[in-house]
């Protein structure tokens, strides 16, 4: 099954630190979403994007929904020791299809 | 609240036996979803449903089955098929065609065989 494209593949930074990660696909989606996931816990939407070039920010994270429509960023500012997790982007094509797609994931570590 | 349970957390399970995972979400969403995780990968696509009584095979169906008799319901059985079900198991659900709300997920179950 498809996958999208996510990197990097795992971070190790110190608090206080800035973060970035990124998605791409070969194909155009219509709504890119951010997930993170808690270690042993289900994944918790972040952000959620619905049109080329949007920003849009939920805290210290902001996200963007390239312009070709077929990437996506997410930044986190100033970490701190519980953004730890895995980060999954995901992306949807709508129409009959209608399953999200999913990136391979990032783990971030955040040193104290 | 609303929301989607997954139950059991942790499941043991002896080589050879089928055991199933249970899913129920009161979020009134119509299509349920589940998902295989192994450490270190991402989430792989086992089987869907958008509708009641009505499912379609995922990427690694193999091995696994499913039913939808209730919208709220939406039970995975690992049977003896599988030849390695050990893994993270998250269940899933949405509330519109469009999705552009995305998913919601279940806390996960642990399966483990011994």
């Known amino acids: 099954g498809q996958q999208l494209n996510q990197s990097p593949q795992s971070m190790f930074i110190q608090e206080g630190e800035d973060v970035s990660m990124n998605c791409t696909s070969s194909?155009?989606?219509?709504?890119w979403l951010w997930y993170k996931q808690d270690p042993g816990e289900g994944p918790v939407l972040l952000i959620a994007?619905?049109?080329?070039?949007e920003l849009t920010s939920n805290g210290r994270l902001t996200a963007q929904f390239g312009i070709t429509r077929k990437d996506s960023f997410l930044n986190i500012s100033a970490s701190i020791p519980s953004d730890v997790g895995i980060y999954f982007c995901a992306g949807l094509y709508g129409g009959a299809t209608n399953k999200l797609i999913f990136g391979t994931g990032t783990l971030l570590a955040v040193q104290p | 609240d609303g929301g989607i349970t997954q139950s059991p957390k942790y499941l043991f399970r002896k080589e050879g036996q089928n055991v199933t995972l249970s899913c129920e979400q009161n979020?009134?969403?119509?299509?349920m979803y589940w998902y295989r995780q192994d450490p270190g990968q991402g989430l792989r696509l086992i089987y869907y449903s958008q509708i009641v009584n009505d499912f379609q095979k995922g990427d690694i169906a193999e091995g696994y089955s499913v039913s939808r008799e209730k919208k709220e319901s939406f039970p995975l059985t690992v049977t003896s098929a599988q030849k390695n079900p050990t893994a993270f198991y998250l269940c899933a659900s949405s509330a519109d065609r469009g999705m552009r709300s995305g998913y919601t997920f279940g806390s996960g179950t642990r399966l483990t065989v011994v």
């Open positions: 979020l009134n969403h119509d299509a």
């Open positions: 194909s155009i989606f219509n709504t």
């Open positions: 994007l619905y049109k080329a070039g």
